[in-house]
Nanobody, 128 residues
């Protein structure tokens, strides 16, 4: 599966952005999708994940209530709607995919390792 992320940019604190990730080369509805982010000097961390068939979700505690992950299987695209952005949300955001149906049940490190496809990152900068 090839992934192409877009939608990053510069936004003021309290603002919103929507990231998109278009997938190609696989059966999208069978694939679990996730967004990770990496800030300078930090490990790549899970932001949100969405299973392929039952639309189960998982979020990092730091984004619960502010971010929403969704998918449009007809467009082979996953989205990350980010509201009430904070300066600490500044990072490079990566979309990722796996055909492992149990992916959302793993700890974050295992989930990251189970991702078989990664898109190029898109930079999100939140100014204070």
């Amino acid at each position: 599966v090839q992934l192409q992320a877009s939608g990053g940019g510069l936004v003021q604190a309290g603002g919103s952005l929507r990231l998109s990730c278009a997938a190609s080369g696989g059966t999208f509805s069978n694939i679990a999708m996730a967004w990770f982010r990496q800030a300078p000097g930090k490990e790549r961390a899970l932001v949100a994940a969405l299973s392929g068939r039952d639309f189960g979700t998982r979020y990092a505690d730091s984004v619960k209530g502010r971010f929403t992950i969704s998918r449009d299987n007809a467009k082979n695209t996953v989205y990350l709607q980010m509201n009430s952005l904070k300066p600490e949300d500044t990072a490079v955001y990566y979309c990722a995919a796996t055909s492992d149906r149990a992916a959302l049940s793993y700890d974050v490190v295992t989930m990251r390792r189970r991702m078989s496809s990664w898109g190029r990152g898109t930079l999100v900068t939140v100014s204070s």
